[in-house]
């Protein structure tokens, strides 16, 4: 009876696992034998890895990744991608993320660019860092709508917050005034406060033109540049390389 009581109020306490697990201990006479100590410890280990897996599964929803399955540990490290293990390996322990600086990941289209940003972002997610993966058109297009509803304010502070963004697609063409405008406002917000990843297929000297206004370009570049590890991809399409027909 005291058990059915017990368990009771643990689900009440939303500590589901540790109930389950309370219910198994008194069903199994194994555990008997081990101390008061011993027994609790088991059930909060228990209660705590559900907490922390829940709580992974959570950031790696909300992150919105174009590729779940990616994860540095799975990077192939052709000769001719020139890509540096050891650099990868030190970024890959998210000190990056601790110390507010950003990475830009450069290359051709196919090369891995995506997959790479979203293999660190997964990471990310493994240390508990809060990530958020979005296309660049994207995010233009969610603030140009923020403008028009009212509700721009609450959509940057979303975007200040997120300790890792990754923007994909990074500069694929000209921006109008407006979206340079908004990418300052962004990366004025995360300058110094978190890190950002950029992916783009436009080396960083051609990224000024895209942005239009020379003092804009000027403001949002030494946001990004300066603060910036950097990769560049590169080799044949991986696309190529696994016989993946380029995408029309």
Request: proline share 1%.
């Amino acid at each position: 009876m005291l058990n059915n009581v017990t368990t009771s109020k643990l689900r009440d306490m939303k500590m589901t696992v540790m109930a389950e697990a309370f219910e198994k201990q008194a069903m199994d006479g194994n555990f008997a034998t081990m101390t008061f100590e011993e027994r609790l410890g088991l059930l909060v280990d228990a209660e705590w890895l559900s907490r922390k897996n829940n709580r992974l599964n959570r950031l790696i929803r909300n992150a919105g990744f174009s590729n779940h399955e990616a994860c540095l540990e799975d990077i192939e490290y052709h000769a001719d991608r020139e890509l540096d293990r050891d650099f990868i390996t030190r970024l890959g322990t998210c000190n990056y993320i601790k110390e507010c600086r950003n990475i830009i990941l450069l290359g051709a289209s196919g090369g891995g660019k995506s997959w790479l940003a979203n293999a660190f972002g997964m990471t990310a997610c493994r240390n508990y860092f809060t990530v958020k993966y979005v296309r660049l058109p994207d995010l233009l297009g969610e603030l140009a709508m923020a403008h028009v509803t009212g509700t721009y304010a609450k959509v940057m502070k979303q975007y200040k917050q997120v300790q890792l963004l990754i923007l994909d697609e990074w500069l694929l063409y000209p921006l109008k005034e407006s979206e340079s405008r908004d990418l300052l406002e962004i990366t004025e917000r995360r300058h110094k406060q978190s890190s950002t990843i950029f992916c783009s297929q436009f080396d960083v000297g051609g990224w000024h033109k895209k942005l239009g206004e020379d003092a804009l370009s000027d403001a949002v570049l030494d946001r990004i540049v300066h603060d910036s590890y950097k990769i560049v991809i590169k080799g044949d399409s991986m696309r190529k390389r696994k016989g993946i027909p380029d995408e029309v």
